[in-house]
């Protein structure tokens, strides 16, 4: 069965940082490119970033550019996002996806 | 990177049809075969419902379809369940990114 799990979220002060993980098993995660997605409280997905399978190619919405970084340990079957300068607009619970399958997500808030 | 136009809301009968529309660009619903569309009910996580436009991952009913015109994809539900209520979501290329429609409340009277 494919499962993805997402870890990390929680409550941070607007400028601080955090860092999301999201666990797969049952397939072959070195395989796929993989996303982060959003949803902030009653709004719509909105995609975050992706990353492709080895690893070596990147890309972002604009709105985390430069603030948030995806990366990946195939050898862990994990990928991450380090979420630095965090604003009260991140506020949204991040989904890890391999556009077929998606984690149960993670609550960010970003409040003082 | 500006999110694809869904209308927000649609709506039918049981045994009725809804069509949902999902308008982009050039550079994105219209540049490439790769639209998806998600289903989500509250506070799940979305479903992949159709992808490459037109096909359906093993177990969804047939009742569900998707096409594509130009800059416009749509999802068509067919036959309408009560459990069809939710909000869609699609989903296109853009390049080396990703982006989504606003969504549509699907509402079964």
């Known amino acids: 069965e494919v499962q993805l799990v997402e870890s990390g979220g929680g409550l941070v002060q607007p400028g601080g940082s955090l860092r999301l993980s999201c666990a797969a098993s049952g397939f072959t995660f070195s395989s796929y490119w993989m996303h982060w997605v959003r949803q902030a409280p009653g709004k719509g997905l909105v995609w975050v970033s992706r990353?492709?399978?080895?690893?070596?190619?990147?890309s972002y919405a604009d709105s985390v550019k430069g603030r948030f970084t995806i990366s990946r340990d195939n050898a862990k079957n994990t990928l991450y996002l380090q979420m630095n300068s965090l604003r009260a607009e991140d506020t949204a619970v991040y989904y890890c996806?391999?556009?077929?399958?998606w984690g149960q997500g993670t609550l960010v808030t970003v409040s003082s | 990177q500006s999110a694809l136009t869904q209308p927000p809301s649609a709506s039918g009968s049981p045994g009725q049809s809804v069509t949902i529309s999902c308008t982009g660009t050039?550079?994105?619903?219209?540049?490439?075969?790769?639209v998806s569309w998600y289903q989500q009910h509250p506070g799940k996580a979305p479903k992949l419902m159709i992808y490459e436009v037109s096909k359906r991952p093993s177990g969804v009913p047939d009742r569900f379809s998707g096409s594509k015109s130009g800059n416009t994809a749509s999802l068509t539900v067919s036959g309408l369940q009560a459990e069809d209520e939710a909000d869609y979501y699609c989903?296109?290329?853009?390049?080396?990114?990703?982006?989504f429609g606003g969504g549509t409340k699907l509402t079964v009277l």
């Open positions: 996806t391999s556009s077929t399958s």
């Open positions: 990353i492709n399978s080895d690893g070596s190619s990147t």
């Open positions: 050039s550079s994105d619903v219209g540049g490439y075969n790769y």
């Open positions: 989903c296109s290329y853009a390049g080396s990114n990703r982006v």
